[in-house]
């Protein structure tokens, strides 16, 4: 294999670029053509995974697509579009297991910004290819390896290896230079350096999003789930634009706000010293205005004349080092699947709510007027019903998913056990709570875990009412209650901030009360004269044995 790629087009590639391929040239890409569309896996460990992911498609593209056609959310298309996407990042992750135990940085940014060549210069190495025109079509990871070299996932997921001049030729002007567009089949580049400077990181170069009137959701949607699936992202703007687009600023607040993230400023320099400070506190302000937290804004330069420029970028990179780099794969297939089974759980609480309205209807309908309203009372009873028996389906299935993952994960040496829904809740960086919320899932309500915090202990109050919320979440009896905490995301960074401030013991309860809870409750149990609305209520808020409980704390119910 070649050591290292031309990064740029050869002079003489461009002046061939409206004449035929030269033969070899043509006996070269048919070569590459047909590894990259070989569906044999090269051995039978490749075998077993490619079996494995097969049968996961098949779980989804058969029996969640039956499931669907029976009963669905309005969202479940980009459910489902979800799931392929997430599939096909997963396929790329077993073929490459290498990935595992790195901490992924994602480096985006418009087209043509420079994401490739901070990279080339970052491992002081030409192994990207760059161009002044739009030129990375495929993701390409880059990583320590012990020798140098490339390889990519073909069309099926099979891993194939590239020489340098054939990685260096699947650019997005292919077709002009090679009569070929190979770089579309690939779903996936990996390049191999031995002087990879950060062991315990990989780099994913992402093709660039277009911007402005090209732009399509499309795009802006492939750019983002691959910098989610990252540890961090590095952020690429030219400096010379002077300020951050809206583009940019779109994406990078749809970006998981504890994902650490950096903006590099590319280009420096093509600007005088002087301007580099004032357009660095320029984009600083931007974000801050926008309320976009990032660890710092760089400037760096490609130019070897300004190597000094990236070394606070290379300290950066050294700390990143340290992140957790868990593959989050289990984490977005069970948000998928919550998705689908809360959208379930809404429809059929809608029906539901149409049956007790139509049943007191049905109270003072002429007898004679029964037989035409009785059927629309068994219509809203069967679409509860289907509900609930789609949702029991939905439960099954997702457990194949999940023990099928898990089985897939045993083989590429990475565990991928099907994670609880408290653990979707996003508590950001907060490794202490993250652990306490996980040790609560595993024990009965009531009980403090024995990696509680030690100050925790001594303020039962507030234990006690993150305890009845995740004992909420958790019953499998009040499925509902789960999604309404879920999106009520605030519980857990409160919570976080009642166990953060022990002295204040009513912090917990005056959270409830500011989220609306007790309120509604006390309304409700004021309404003596309509008794029996009060308990429809609270079960409409969903949240009552919580609210209810914290009222009977403070006296004010019954
Ligand atoms: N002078 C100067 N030019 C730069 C610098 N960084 C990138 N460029 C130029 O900008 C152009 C685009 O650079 P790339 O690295 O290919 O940009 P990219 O973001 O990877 O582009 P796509 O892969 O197409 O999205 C090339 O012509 C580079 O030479 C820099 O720091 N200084
Ligand atoms: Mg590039």
Redesign the pocket.
Same mark, same amino acid.
């Given at each position: 294999m070649q050591a290292s790629p031309s990064p740029s087009p050869s002079p003489s590639s461009d002046s061939n670029s409206d004449s035929a391929p030269a033969e070899p040239d043509r006996a070269a890409r048919l070569h590459l053509l047909a590894r990259a569309t070989d569906p044999l896996p090269a051995s039978a460990l490749e075998q077993q995974r490619h079996d494995g992911i097969e049968r996961l498609r098949k779980l989804l593209e058969t029996d969640l697509l039956a499931l669907s056609r029976r009963a669905s959310p309005d969202d479940f298309a980009d459910i489902y579009l979800g799931f392929l996407a997430e599939i096909e990042r997963f396929a790329a992750f077993c073929a490459y297991p290498e990935l595992s135990g790195r901490a992924l940085v994602a480096v985006g940014? /418009?087209?043509?910004? /420079?994401?490739?060549?901070?990279l080339? #210069?970052l491992i002081g190495a030409s192994v990207?290819? *760059?161009?002044?025109?739009?030129?990375?079509t495929l993701p390409a990871y880059v990583l320590a390896a012990p020798t140098d070299g490339v390889c990519a996932l073909n069309l099926y997921a099979q891993r194939i290896e590239l020489n340098a001049a054939e990685f260096a030729s699947l650019t997005?002007d292919e077709r002009e230079r090679h009569g070929t567009q190979i770089g579309r089949l690939l779903q996936a580049a990996f390049v191999g350096r031995s002087t990879f400077p950060w062991p315990r990181l990989a780099f994913i170069?992402?093709? /660039?999003f277009r911007a402005g009137t090209l732009g399509t959701q499309a795009d802006a949607a492939r750019a983002q789930m691959q910098l989610d699936a990252a540890q961090a992202v590095l952020w *690429?703007l030219?400096i010379k634009q002077g300020t951050v687009p809206e583009t940019d600023l779109a994406l990078l607040a749809r970006l998981r706000p504890e994902q650490p993230k950096l903006i590099v400023l590319? /280009? #420096?320099?093509?600007v005088p010293e002087a301007d580099r400070e004032r357009i660095v506190a320029q984009v600083q302000q931007v974000l801050r205005t926008r309320n976009l937290a990032v660890q710092a804004v760089l400037p *760096?330069?490609?130019?070897p004349k300004?190597r000094a420029l990236l070394e606070p970028l290379a300290a950066q990179l050294e700390s990143w080092q340290a992140l957790a780099h868990d593959a989050r794969f289990a984490h977005r297939f069970k948000a998928l699947f919550v998705r689908y089974a809360r959208g379930l759980q809404a429809e059929r609480q809608a029906a539901e709510l149409e049956r007790h309205h139509l049943n007191r209807l049905l109270t003072l309908v002429p007898e004679a007027a029964l037989p035409d309203a009785l059927p629309l009372r068994q219509a809203a009873d069967a679409r509860s019903q289907l509900r609930a028996a789609v949702l029991t389906e939905l439960d099954t299935l997702r457990n194949r998913f999940f023990t099928e993952l898990a089985q897939i994960g045993q083989a590429v040496g990475v565990a991928l056990p099907q994670p609880h829904e408290i653990d979707l809740i996003d508590i950001g960086g907060e490794p202490r709570l993250r652990a306490y919320l996980a040790a609560l899932a595993q024990q009965p309500a009531g009980a403090t875990p024995a990696s509680a915090p030690a100050s925790a202990a001594a303020h039962a109050s507030q234990i006690q009412a993150l305890h009845r919320a995740l004992h909420v979440l958790r019953q499998p009896a009040a499925p509902t209650h789960a999604p309404g905490l879920l999106r009520r995301q605030r519980l857990a960074p409160t919570a976080l901030a009642a166990l953060r401030q022990p002295a204040t013991p009513t912090h917990a309860p005056r959270l409830l009360r500011r989220q609306r809870l007790a309120p509604t409750a006390l309304a409700a149990l004021r309404q003596s004269a309509a008794p029996t609305h009060a308990p429809g209520l609270l079960r409409r808020q969903r949240l009552a044995p919580t609210a209810l409980s914290v009222l009977q704390t403070q006296g004010a119910a019954p």
């Amino acid at each position: 294999m070649q050591a290292s790629p031309s990064p740029s087009p050869s002079p003489s590639s461009d002046s061939n670029s409206d004449s035929a391929p030269a033969e070899p040239d043509r006996a070269a890409r048919l070569h590459l053509l047909a590894r990259a569309t070989d569906p044999l896996p090269a051995s039978a460990l490749e075998q077993q995974r490619h079996d494995g992911i097969e049968r996961l498609r098949k779980l989804l593209e058969t029996d969640l697509l039956a499931l669907s056609r029976r009963a669905s959310p309005d969202d479940f298309a980009d459910i489902y579009l979800g799931f392929l996407a997430e599939i096909e990042r997963f396929a790329a992750f077993c073929a490459y297991p290498e990935l595992s135990g790195r901490a992924l940085v994602a480096v985006g940014g /418009g087209f043509s910004v /420079g994401k490739s060549s901070l990279l080339n #210069a970052l491992i002081g190495a030409s192994v990207l290819p *760059v161009q002044i025109d739009p030129t990375t079509t495929l993701p390409a990871y880059v990583l320590a390896a012990p020798t140098d070299g490339v390889c990519a996932l073909n069309l099926y997921a099979q891993r194939i290896e590239l020489n340098a001049a054939e990685f260096a030729s699947l650019t997005h002007d292919e077709r002009e230079r090679h009569g070929t567009q190979i770089g579309r089949l690939l779903q996936a580049a990996f390049v191999g350096r031995s002087t990879f400077p950060w062991p315990r990181l990989a780099f994913i170069d992402t093709p /660039g999003f277009r911007a402005g009137t090209l732009g399509t959701q499309a795009d802006a949607a492939r750019a983002q789930m691959q910098l989610d699936a990252a540890q961090a992202v590095l952020w *690429v703007l030219p400096i010379k634009q002077g300020t951050v687009p809206e583009t940019d600023l779109a994406l990078l607040a749809r970006l998981r706000p504890e994902q650490p993230k950096l903006i590099v400023l590319s /280009g #420096a320099d093509l600007v005088p010293e002087a301007d580099r400070e004032r357009i660095v506190a320029q984009v600083q302000q931007v974000l801050r205005t926008r309320n976009l937290a990032v660890q710092a804004v760089l400037p *760096v330069s490609r130019q070897p004349k300004y190597r000094a420029l990236l070394e606070p970028l290379a300290a950066q990179l050294e700390s990143w080092q340290a992140l957790a780099h868990d593959a989050r794969f289990a984490h977005r297939f069970k948000a998928l699947f919550v998705r689908y089974a809360r959208g379930l759980q809404a429809e059929r609480q809608a029906a539901e709510l149409e049956r007790h309205h139509l049943n007191r209807l049905l109270t003072l309908v002429p007898e004679a007027a029964l037989p035409d309203a009785l059927p629309l009372r068994q219509a809203a009873d069967a679409r509860s019903q289907l509900r609930a028996a789609v949702l029991t389906e939905l439960d099954t299935l997702r457990n194949r998913f999940f023990t099928e993952l898990a089985q897939i994960g045993q083989a590429v040496g990475v565990a991928l056990p099907q994670p609880h829904e408290i653990d979707l809740i996003d508590i950001g960086g907060e490794p202490r709570l993250r652990a306490y919320l996980a040790a609560l899932a595993q024990q009965p309500a009531g009980a403090t875990p024995a990696s509680a915090p030690a100050s925790a202990a001594a303020h039962a109050s507030q234990i006690q009412a993150l305890h009845r919320a995740l004992h909420v979440l958790r019953q499998p009896a009040a499925p509902t209650h789960a999604p309404g905490l879920l999106r009520r995301q605030r519980l857990a960074p409160t919570a976080l901030a009642a166990l953060r401030q022990p002295a204040t013991p009513t912090h917990a309860p005056r959270l409830l009360r500011r989220q609306r809870l007790a309120p509604t409750a006390l309304a409700a149990l004021r309404q003596s004269a309509a008794p029996t609305h009060a308990p429809g209520l609270l079960r409409r808020q969903r949240l009552a044995p919580t609210a209810l409980s914290v009222l009977q704390t403070q006296g004010a119910a019954p």
